[in-house]
């Protein structure tokens, strides 16, 4: 995974647009840590 779980939570904090999704893992923990925050995209 590229990004760890602190940098998709601080994007996701911050309303980032879009994220370049390197592997089904890594997709996996930006949707958990999105629902965790209940953040949805758009």
Not at 12 to 24: A, C, G, R
Not at 35 to 41: G, I, N
Request: glycine share 4%.
């Amino acid at each position: 995974m590229g990004k760890r779980e602190d940098e998709i939570e601080y994007a996701l904090k911050s309303s980032i647009l879009m994220f370049n999704v390197e592997s089904s893992q890594e997709l996996r923990a930006i949707d958990a840590i999105a629902r965790r925050l209940r953040k949805r995209p758009g």
